[in-house]
């Protein structure tokens, strides 16, 4: 099976829109979003609506946390357009992590780390042991996680970690205009570029099988 995986949209539905397209080309059977849905980007009602049609299961990002605890009428203090209220009950209802099992796979998608929306996982404060306690701890075969708009991924003997980066092409945040596609059989990952669908190479923080 295919996944195409997509974080950070960020109100930018044009992007989103050319992600989804090359995934279907890219022949993804599921797709999935690590969250931040809002913020910055003018739309989000727009990528709401897209996501629900197209029944793509997302998590809860920062921005989409910090969007429900605004006072009524407060503007997003980082420019983005101002989700009606059908959207923030659509947001309400995303979780803090996903776990789905595709065709016995065991993928989770969390927006920061496993611990919170707000860690940013970097090769730092992530070096490979603290990955893999977190495959362990999870039982799970694939992390995937967003929020740091930077593609990654790292392999090791208990799967894969990746983050496709941000499909933002908006000049309004650092982002890597990207999103990712991953083959369940093999856990090979490959990041594409949202605008032309083609292969960006990024290179593993470690390839372990």
């Not at 997003?76 to 209802?93: V, Y």
């Not at 996903?98 to 998608?109: H, K, M, N, S």
């Not at 593609?151 to 941000?166: E, F, Q, T």
Request: glycine share 8%; with cysteine; aromatic share 6%.
């Amino acid at each position: 099976m295919k996944l195409g995986v997509i974080s950070d949209v960020h109100g930018d539905p044009l992007a989103l829109e050319l992600a989804w397209s090359h995934l279907q080309i890219l022949g993804a059977e599921r797709i999935l979003c690590a969250g931040d849905v809002v913020g910055y980007g003018p739309h989000p009602d727009r990528i709401i609506a897209f996501l629900k049609k197209h029944a793509i299961p997302c998590v809860r990002g920062n921005h989409d946390r910090w969007a429900l605890e605004r006072p009524p009428g407060h503007p997003d203090e980082f420019g983005g357009g101002k989700p009606s209220a059908e959207s923030l009950d659509f947001l309400r209802t995303l979780p803090r992590d996903l776990v789905v099992d595709l065709d016995g796979r065991i993928v989770v998608v969390v927006h920061g780390s496993p611990l919170s929306d707000m860690e940013y996982i970097t090769r730092r404060t992530h070096p490979r042991e603290i990955l893999r306690e977190y495959l362990s701890v999870l039982k799970a075969d694939v992390l995937i996680s967003g929020h740091t708009h930077a593609a990654m991924s790292a392999r090791c003997d208990l799967g894969l970690i990746l983050n496709p980066g941000s499909t933002l092409s908006l000049p309004v945040s650092r982002t890597s205009r990207t999103f990712a596609l991953i083959d369940l059989d093999t856990l090979a990952a490959t990041h594409h570029d949202v605008e032309s669908g083609r292969v960006v190479k990024v290179e593993p923080w470690f390839l372990e099988r």
